[in-house]
């Protein structure tokens, strides 16, 4: 079957600007999580959604993003006024159910660039 | 907090050495899951193993095998008769059971495997 989708797969913006980025989990997955990752680094919570609520948003480094998943599937990922330290690659990742150590389906991430 | 540490950051072997890539990991839960990830050149994130705190029986699979030891906190991962396709960046990481299965990461390891 199909796994996590991400677009778009890169993206390169301006400074200041806002931008979109899209997760489409694995069918029938209930829980929902984005992470960033940085050069170099491990991926880094960001948010979790357990259907349609964001059951955990810890991880979002200030009010410039925001994350939705209004029907419970796909999820956005909302960035305003971009930043240079966005640049990273935004992963999304799926699991049957948010609890109990259930394994975590990753999608291919989106490049952000912010120039 | 949960804490990951991979204090190596490079590992470089020739094909058909044995390798192994350490994890120690702290948290105050005595109940939590321990995972490893492969990520490849490709970027995307492969499940290779999740670990439940109760079960320290140490696990093989094929080339791979890991040591779980909860009296030193670590979760180290061994492979055998290493090959050119196991490079890639390996990823130790820890989530609580409970609700939210957030994963948190270790830095990560690059393995490079020469032929």
């Known amino acids: 079957g199909a796994g996590v989708s991400q677009t778009p797969s890169n993206k390169v913006t301006e400074k200041g600007k806002y931008v979109e980025l899209r997760c489409d989990p694995i069918?029938?997955?209930?829980?929902l999580y984005w992470y960033r990752q940085s050069l170099g680094q491990g991926p880094e919570f960001l948010i979790y959604?357990?259907?349609?609520?964001?059951?955990?948003d810890s991880g979002l480094p200030n009010d410039r993003f925001f994350a939705v998943r209004p029907e419970g599937s796909v999820s956005t990922l909302k960035i305003q006024r971009t930043e240079r330290g966005d640049s990273a690659v935004y992963l999304c990742?799926?699991?049957?159910?948010?609890?109990?150590?259930?394994?975590?389906?990753f999608g291919p991430g989106t490049r952000l660039t912010v120039l | 907090a949960q804490k990951v540490t991979q204090a190596q950051t490079e590992i470089s072997v020739v094909e058909k050495e044995d390798v192994t890539l350490d994890c120690v990991y702290e948290?105050?839960?005595?109940?939590?899951?321990l995972f490893w990830y492969k990520q490849p050149p490709s970027g995307e994130l492969v499940f290779l193993i999740r670990?439940?705190?109760?079960?320290?029986q140490n696990e093989i699979s094929g080339r791979y095998s890991w040591n779980f030891q909860k009296s030193t906190s670590s979760f180290n991962f061994t492979i055998t008769a290493s090959q050119v396709v196991d490079s890639a960046v390996y990823f130790c990481?820890?989530?609580?059971?409970?609700?939210?299965?957030?994963?948190?990461f270790g830095e990560g390891i690059t393995l490079s495997v020469r032929p």
């Open positions: 990742a799926s699991s049957l159910m948010g609890d109990f150590g259930n394994e975590q389906f």
């Open positions: 069918s029938g997955h209930t829980a």
């Open positions: 959604f357990q259907g349609t609520g964001a059951a955990d």
């Open positions: 948290t105050r839960d005595t109940t939590y899951y």
């Open positions: 670990r439940n705190s109760f079960d320290e």
């Open positions: 990481a820890l989530s609580l059971t409970g609700a939210n299965s957030k994963l948190t």
